[in-house]
């Protein structure tokens, strides 16, 4: 397989991988496991979407440049675009710290302006290094 397969493959199993990983462990995807406590949104869908598109972009163009600028910004693209989609009130390690009602009060209105910020910093790299 030749270099440019190689990559467009790796950025596709990223894509999926994060799309399919994200949506189970926060439960935007169904599973018996455990039931969303937070109700799920066209928005959270879309920056589930758009996050996991952007990060296979990443790889691929990741893939052809030897120099790595933008690796933490990437990373903190991925960690923004998993707080934007997941539940709050799922999570007992910030329930038992925070308290469901300070959760829902402070963090969860925060979410989409985290997914905000997980697109625009998988955008603004890709941009950065397709300027270049």
């Known amino acids: 397989m030749n270099r440019t397969r190689l990559a467009l493959a790796n950025g596709s199993l990223v894509a999926a991988g994060f799309f399919l990983a994200t949506g189970v462990v926060t439960g935007l995807l169904p599973t018996p496991l455990f039931e969303r406590m937070v109700s799920r949104s066209p928005l959270d869908y879309a920056v589930l979407s758009l996050t996991s598109v952007l990060a296979g972009v990443y790889v691929v163009q990741r ?3 030897s120099e790595c600028s933008g690796d933490r910004c990437a990373y903190g693209g991925g960690v923004a675009g998993f707080f ?3 539940c709050p009130h ?23 302006l985290l997914g905000l910020v997980a697109v625009s910093l ?3 790299v890709i941009y950065d290094r397709h300027s270049s």
């Not at 999570?91 to 969860?108: C, K, P, R």
């Open 122 to 124: 998988f955008a603004g």
């Open 84 to 86: 934007a989609v997941a």
């Open 90 to 112: 799922c999570n007992a390690i910030l329930v038992s710290l925070f308290g469901a009602t300070w959760l829902a009060t402070y963090v969860d209105p925060l979410r989409p």
């Open 63 to 65: 893939a052809s440049l």
